[in-house]
Structures are given as structure tokens and as C-alpha cells.
């Protein structure tokens, strides 16, 4: 069974870092990876995306603070955030395309969501 294992939230002042990850296992093959972000009261909305190429693709809040990456050798991916703001306060979830076969078709994949909160 596929399992997303998700870390590096937590509490952070205004202005501060933090490095979120994400470990796939039990999976075959994966394709797009990505993080996605929920704030109480609102929509679940786009942060950042990469393919399996490396191309990537950013949410308009965080372009120029956040830098998603991806590391195939230990189906991990990383989303380093900078510059916090308050209105980052959300949990993020990272979501894969995975195949769990060689015969699976690819299949969307979400983790259980990690808290990020930006306050002074």
C-alpha cells in the first residue's frame, strides 16, 4: 500500500524557513509530485508541483519564496520554504501519480497533511 510520509512542519516567526518532506514507499513508479496547502475556512489550493523531468510549477503566493525539488533514488520531495508570511498558515499535503505495479494504472495519492503556522 502506498504510504506518504510527511515532516518538517511546525511553528515559525515571520520572515523564518522551514524545509517540508515528503517519503513515498510502496509504490512502483511515480510521476508528478506536488504540495498542496488548506487554510482553515478555504479552499484547498496549488503550492508548488514537479514532474518526473524536474519542471516545475508554482503557486502565485509563493513564487520567488518557496523551491520545491525531488530526489528519484529515495522517492522524496522536498519543499523548502522562505520568507514565511502569516497568510503561509495552512496545512500542507503532499500529493503523488503513482503506479503500486508494473500492470496499476498511475493513481493519485495524498498525504495525511503536515500544520505550518507563521505568527509572530
Known amino acids: 500500500q502506498v504510504q506518504l510520509a510527511e515532516s518538517g512542519g511546525g511553528l515559525v516567526q515571520p520572515g523564518g524557513s522551514l524545509r517540508l518532506s515528503c517519503l513515498a514507499s510502496?509504490?512502483?513508479?511515480?510521476?508528478?509530485m506536488g504540495w498542496y496547502r488548506q487554510a482553515p475556512g478555504e479552499e484547498r489550493e496549488l503550492v508548488a508541483t514537479?514532474?518526473?523531468?524536474?519542471?516545475?510549477n508554482y503557486g502565485d503566493p509563493v513564487k520567488g519564496r518557496f523551491t520545491i525539488s525531488r530526489d528519484n533514488a529515495k522517492n522524496t520531495i522536498y519543499l523548502q520554504m522562505n520568507m514565511l508570511k502569516p497568510e503561509d498558515t495552512a496545512d500542507y499535503y503532499c500529493?503523488?501519480?503513482?503506479?503500486?505495479?508494473?500492470?496499476?494504472?498511475?493513481?493519485?495519492?495524498w498525504g495525511q497533511g503536515t500544520q505550518v503556522t507563521v505568527s509572530s
Open positions: 510502496g509504490i512502483f513508479s511515480i510521476g508528478v
Open positions: 514537479i514532474t518526473s523531468g524536474g519542471r516545475t
Open positions: 500529493n503523488i501519480e503513482a503506479k503500486t505495479t508494473m500492470r496499476a494504472e498511475m493513481y493519485n495519492y
